[in-house]
């Protein structure tokens, strides 16, 4: 008579039933299947980003189509990847399909489009400018003058803060649900890209528009230290508890009054006689809606709190 210690063991079966019982608790569970059109969406905002590295990396006597430089094209193709990522969300919310790993790979790409790419293109618009001497080092930790290395560093701090400000948003955010809310916390990171994108823009339209083949020696002065410095503020506003709105489920989805459309249709038209000066002011008044706002609120709670107000007598 046999007993159960006289069965056969098979490792294949008993692997099988492990893994079984382990279930949805495994790390390297089977991953779920994927919504294809917000995916692609995604994917092309990743291409856009290193579409724009690409272009950015051009040198300075690079000219493309329409005499565009390299940084023009750059600079155009993070704004073409905030349409992806704007685009993607939508559909996601529409289909009902948002998930986990979208939501990861909607994270990695804007590292890339609204991180990497930015930092980049201030790099090579400063490099672009600096006089230098053929062999030396002019930006980098080992750069050759401490104006160089602070630029690295500026950049480095940028990214960094731009990938802190994904990683909280997705903490916060939790997983698979779809971003319906109204408010952000800290400056997020396509308004970031927009500003510093749209001024680097700004300075290639002036640079060929306005100033031709004589440049003024201040303009290039002020763009080496002025667009560092608005990165670097940028980056700090993405990693602070500034309270900003979701500028796409807040101005654009919903009904809208008459005025407010006329609004609208006014900037769209001075975007078209002004693309660049447009762009750049649009995303400025973004990016300083948060900290003003925020002070205006605590300034009337302190109006509010003031001893003896509205106190008889």
Known sequence: MSGPEDRLIDPVADAETELGARGRDDPMRRIGPMSVVPTLFTLGNLIAGFAAIFYASRPDTFAGPWGWSGLTYAGALVFLGMIFDAVDGSVARLTRSHSELGGQLDSLADVVTFGVAPAFMMLQLVGHHLQYEPGRTIIG???????????????????????????????????????????????????????????????????????GSEVPTSFVRGAALGIPFIALLCAFAMVSSIPYPHATNRYLYGARSFHYIVRLVVLLVLAVWWFQETVAVVFTAYALSGPVQMAWSRHRRGSNLVPGAGADG
């Open 141 to 211: 930790p080992e750069a050759d003058s401490a104006l160089g290395k602070v630029l690295w560093a500026v950049a480095a701090v940028y990214v960094s803060c731009a990938a802190l400000r994904l990683a909280r948003f997705n903490i916060e955010l939790g997983p698979g649900r779809i971003n319906e809310q109204k408010c952000f916390r800290g400056l997020p990171s396509p308004g970031a890209a927009g500003v510093v994108a749209s001024f680097i823009l700004l300075h290639q339209h002036l640079l060929v528009a306005k100033f």
